[in-house]
């Protein structure tokens, strides 16, 4: 991004900057004070009354943050005369605000993204034809048609037809269910395949999509904002500035001493050097692939007490690989794989993209077949070679073959179909040639990745799914956490996150699905993996992971802490010097304007210890 002046945040500051200039400039050069003096109080009133505005109507809401001394100081310098120490203040208080406001420019609202993919239109069924509709318009009992690649457009019951539909945006299952007649089906789920007739059972409003869409916003508009440190700093150092200010003034019996207290104490460790840090620790882990959207956000992944991952796509791969392939009869392993994938390279089935990809890693080049058919959601069959293959579910080529392979091979099923896997045979004519076993792997950094969570002091660890609970408690020893929430839907994710948030602060929330969006919008801090993940988890996260690299939520914590680490550290040492100043102010020895070049002098050395973060 570039800085562009005249943006509405960055004017304020050009406009000091450029008013003390001339100013110098006429003072100096020309050696016209009286000019000079006009062009600093122009600078001072026209530059200082927004700042004292803005900062009046926040007390007046209850909110007493680091601008308060920065308010008065403004004030003062007119009171008093004294344009030039106020025209600086201008400019340090309006620069800090330029800083945050480039630094933490949020991304595009979760909400919409929502309501972008939210199913529109409808096919009803009426007159002995479908009509497309808006789907605002179908209601309960409604007969409507999905065909194949469309969204289910309301809650309802499959009456006719079979198809797979892609529920993974919503339950967070990666595999593709199979619905027949009688079936439920989900409003925002796909159809892969086959046409469908469906009543309608609940209204678009009342829908499974529609839950989700609310749940986020709701979470939005409910979440508490989060203190900024600057602001937290500056409740206990206001006191002290006024008790200093009034000392001053015992002290001198002069107006003006009271200015150089409230000049040197104007608080830019947290105007500036606290933004600026927190904007570095975000440029730094933009550099490691970790896009922070605030700076809240990096500031609470730093002391994150309880984190909570999804499953699907975020401690799995969340699709299926292949595991192992059975080889039976006396055939080999690859044969097995090479003739499944010369006939899976013609679907577009999730399960058949994986094993023709790792049928491509041992062969460079697959064969091609013929008379190729597939029944959606159950196999395929063709011929190589002459022979006649067939691969798909047990079911299918058991009534290809007329076989009962299950029975027949039931020991060896049960040992390799006990975690809740996927199989699927191999025959050629009415020999079965083997099974090739399927299921949704654990990233291999993800066990590495808990313990170095524990290891940071993150003292609640817990994985929510809408996937079976057999098959999450398997993933979760794997990955070594203990706590399992199963077969959850989005809004008992989101009432996880809550109860989570009433015992530990901050919270964390990792997911990459749309059913995961309302849990990372309730989460203190909500955590997407972006680069499988649905835009609308990326957009409803506080952080975006761009790369499929777990690692990288325990590095976003660490370079939190680093940030967290140097903008205390700015703070402590910019506080301790201006309070060394106010006390030499308060004596009556430093006029406001030296006090404004002595302040300048703290402000370059915190922004220089700032600006370690970025490295």
């Known amino acids: 991004m570039v800085l562009r002046i005249f943006d509405k945040e960055h004017i304020r500051p050009f406009f000091a900057l450029i008013g003390l200039f001339v100013g110098i400039c006429s003072f100096v050069l020309f050696d016209d004070r009286l000019v000079a003096h006009e062009i600093w109080m122009g600078t001072l009133i026209i530059g200082g009354l927004p700042i004292v505005w803005q900062t009046a109507r926040g007390m007046a809401r209850g909110i007493f943050a680091s601008d308060i001394v920065a308010m008065m100081a403004i004030i003062t310098a007119v009171l008093v005369d004294q344009p030039f120490a106020g025209a600086v203040v201008v400019l340090m208080q309006s620069g800090g605000e330029a800083i945050e406001a480039y630094g933490f420019k949020r991304a595009s609202s979760s909400l919409r993204g929502l309501l972008e993919r939210a199913p529109k239109r409808a096919r009803r069924k009426g007159d002995g034809r479908f ?42 299952e990666p595999i593709p269910r199979g ?18 007739e469906m009543r309608a059972d609940r209204l678009s409003s009342e829908s499974q999509y529609a839950k989700i869409v609310a749940l986020v916003k709701k979470a939005q508009e409910e979440k508490a904002p989060i203190q900024r440190l600057a602001d937290r700093y500056a409740v206990l150092f206001t006191p002290l500035t006024l008790l200093m200010c009034a000392l001053g003034y015992w ?181 079965l040639l083997g099974f090739i076993v399927l299921s949704d792997r654990i990233r291999p950094a993800a066990p590495a990745m808990i313990q170095q969570l524990r290891m940071l002091g993150v003292k609640e660890i817990a994985m929510l799914t809408g996937d079976s609970r057999k098959n999450a408690e398997v993933i979760a020893h794997l990955a070594g956490i203990g706590q399992v929430e199963a077969e959850l839907l989005p809004e008992e994710k989101v009432g996880f996150v809550e109860k989570m948030g009433q015992r530990y602060f901050p919270v964390m929330m990792v997911g990459d699905g749309i059913n995961d969006a309302p849990a990372l ?21 506080d952080i975006v992971i761009l790369f499929d690299d777990l690692s990288k939520v325990a590095e976003a914590i660490s370079i939190g802490r680093r940030m967290l680490y140097i903008a205390k550290q700015s703070i402590g040492i910019g506080i301790g010097l201006s309070f060394v100043l106010m006390c030499v102010a308060a004596s009556g020895m430093v006029p406001p304007a030296i006090g404004a070049m002595l302040q300048e002098v703290i402000d370059v050395a915190v922004i220089l210890n700032a600006l370690r973060a970025r490295e």
């Open 179 to 196: 619905k027949k007649a009688g079936d439920r089906v989900l409003s925002g789920s796909i159809d892969l395949n086959g046409a469908l």
């Open 251 to 431: 002290i001198t019996r002069d107006t003006t001493a009271v200015l150089a207290v409230l000049v040197v104490a104007t608080p830019c460790p947290l105007i500036l050097a606290t933004p600026l840090a927190v904007m570095c620790g975000i440029n730094r882990a933009a550099d490691a692939g970790i896009i922070v959207k605030g700076g809240s956000a990096i500031e609470q992944v730093a002391s994150i007490q309880a984190a909570l991952f999804d499953k699907t796509g975020t401690i799995t791969f969340g699709e299926p690989l292949v595991d192992a392939v059975v080889p039976l009869n006396g055939e080999s392993a690859d044969r097995v794989l090479y003739h499944a994938a010369v006939l899976e390279q013609y679907s577009a089935h999730c399960i058949a993209k994986s094993i023709v990809k790792r049928g491509l890693e041992s062969h460079e080049v697959l064969g091609t077949p013929s008379d190729f058919h597939e029944t959606p959601g159950r196999g395929v069959s063709g011929k190589i070679d002459g022979e006649v293959y067939l691969v798909g579910s047990s079911s299918f080529v058991s009534e290809q073959t007329g076989i009962d392979w299950m029975e027949r091979f039931g020991a060896e099923v049960d040992r390799i179909y006990s975690q809740d896997k996927v199989l699927i045979l191999v025959a050629k004519g009415r020999d």
């Open 521 to 541: 919008a309730t989460a203190t801090v909500g955590m997407a993996m972006g680069a499988s993940g649905t835009a609308v988890s990326a957009e409803a996260a």
């Open 131 to 172: 009509d497309e509709v808006d789907v605002s318009e179908v209601r309960v009992g409604d007969i409507l048609l999905v065909r194949p690649g469309d969204f289910i457009p309301v809650d309802g019951t499959i009456m006719g037809g079979e198809a797979e539909i892609d529920e993974s945006a919503l339950t967070g």
